[in-house]
T-cell receptor
Framework: QKEVEQNSGPLSVPEGAIASLNCTYSDRGSQSFFWYRQYSGKSPELIMSIYSNGDKEDGRFTAQLNKASQYVSLLIRDSQPSDSATYLCAALSSGSARQLTFGSGTQLTVLP | DAGITQSPRYKITETGRQVTLMCHQTWSHSYMFWYRQDLGHGLRLIYYSAAADITDKGEVPDGYVVSRSKTENFPLTLESATRSQTSVYFC????????????????FGPGTRLTVL
């Protein structure tokens, strides 16, 4: 069974610090990876997607992908209390269907 | 309004009853998905559909039935609800690669919180 594992959390960081969220995946054929943010009681929203090895930056967010190690990470710089949420890592299946496999999520709390 | 909607938002039912959760999207996305979210399990795929009249099982399909007679609607039916089906259900949609929306980004509905007593 294809799996996506995330560091268990919960994770607490002070305001202004860097939050580091990690994810590993088992399907070597996966080519596309996503980070979703989910506030309590709300639906997931996409914040980053990454398809190639290396780093991808978008504002305060940086996604990192290492396909050889089957590892994906998300760095949040200058963390804000509004970043407090659960972060879900997802991998797109290697088959023809647009199936995402999600990790169980890491709960992040940014302390003022 | 454009987007993806789910109804009802909250539902309480009893064991053994049939329940249908509705999902409607206005983007004409080809792909639609149903997930359930339980504490400690993240989002798990129940069923998905690549187009009207094309559906397939996901990771946890047992006890659920889907149909897709129109592109914009993707109802999920619990034929005989069980307590283990108490969960939050999310519908999502996405376009095929190369379509007008961001490739492979899945857009989620607001969710339906279902309680089976």
């Amino acid at each position: 069974q294809k799996e996506v594992e995330q560091n268990s959390g919960p994770l607490s960081v002070p305001e202004g610090a860097i939050a580091s969220l990690n994810c590993t995946y088992s399907d070597r054929g996966s080519q596309s990876f996503f980070w979703y943010r989910q506030y309590s009681g709300k639906s997931p929203e996409l914040i980053m997607s990454i398809y190639s090895n290396g780093d991808k930056e978008d504002g305060r967010f940086t996604a990192q992908l290492n396909k050889a190690s089957q590892y994906v990470s998300l760095l949040i710089r200058d963390s804000q209390p509004s970043d407090s949420a659960t972060y879900l890592c997802a991998a797109l299946s290697s088959g023809s269907a647009r199936q995402l496999t999600f990790g169980s999520g890491t709960q992040l709390t940014v302390l003022p | 309004d454009a987007g993806i909607t789910q109804s009802p938002r909250y539902k309480i039912t009893e064991t053994g009853r049939q329940v249908t959760l509705m999902c409607h999207q206005t983007w004409s996305h080809s792909y639609m998905f149903w997930y359930r979210q339980d504490l400690g399990h993240g989002l798990r795929l129940i069923y998905y559909s690549a187009a009207a009249d094309i559906t397939d099982k996901g990771e946890v399909p047992d006890g659920y039935v889907v149909s897709r007679s129109k592109t914009e609607n993707f109802p999920l039916t619990l034929e005989s609800a069980t307590r283990s089906q108490t969960s939050v259900y999310f519908c999502a949609s996405t376009e095929l690669a190369g379509g007008p929306s961001r490739v492979d980004e899945q857009f989620f509905g607001p969710g339906t919180r279902l309680t089976v007593l």
